[in-house]
C-alpha cells in the first residue's frame, strides 16, 4: 500500500470512528435524559451543562478550524491562480472543502442544541 492509499485509508477509519461516537454519545445522552423524565429535575442533571459545553466548543473549534485552513489554502489558491489560471476550478472546490468544517461543526453544535432537556 503506498502513502496516498495509506493516507485514505487510515482517513476512512476515523471517519468511520467519528461518526461511531458521535451516534452512541447522542443515543446515550438522549436515553440519559429519558431515562429522567419521571422527576423532572432537569436543572440539577449534568446532561444539561454538558451538551451546552460540547455544543460550544464543536462550533468555535471548527470555526477555529476553518479559519486556519482558509488562511492558509486561500493564500496557495491565490499564488497558483497567479501562476496558472485554469487552476480556478480546482482551487474553488478546495476552499470550499475548508468552509464546510464549520458547515459540519454548526451543524454537530445544533443537533447538540436541539438534545438540551428543556423544563416541561
Known amino acids: 500500500m503506498n502513502g496516498k492509499q495509506k493516507f485514505y485509508f487510515y482517513l476512512a477509519i476515523v471517519q468511520v470512528i467519528l461518526v461511531i461516537v458521535f451516534l452512541f454519545t447522542i443515543n446515550g445522552l438522549v436515553g440519559f435524559v429519558t431515562a429522567q423524565e419521571t422527576n423532572f429535575d432537569y436543572y440539577n442533571s449534568p446532561t444539561t451543562p454538558i451538551l451546552a459545553i460540547s455544543a460550544a466548543i464543536a462550533i468555535s473549534v471548527s470555526g477555529l478550524a476553518a479559519a486556519h485552513v482558509i488562511k492558509t489554502v486561500g493564500t496557495a489558491a491565490i499564488s497558483a491562480i497567479s501562476e496558472r489560471e485554469g487552476a480556478f476550478g480546482k482551487v474553488v472546490v478546495i ?14 453544535g445544533i443537533l447538540l442544541v436541539f438534545n438540551i432537556p428543556a423544563p416541561p
Open 95 to 108: 476552499v470550499a472543502l475548508g468552509e464546510a468544517i464549520a458547515i459540519y461543526g454548526l451543524i454537530i
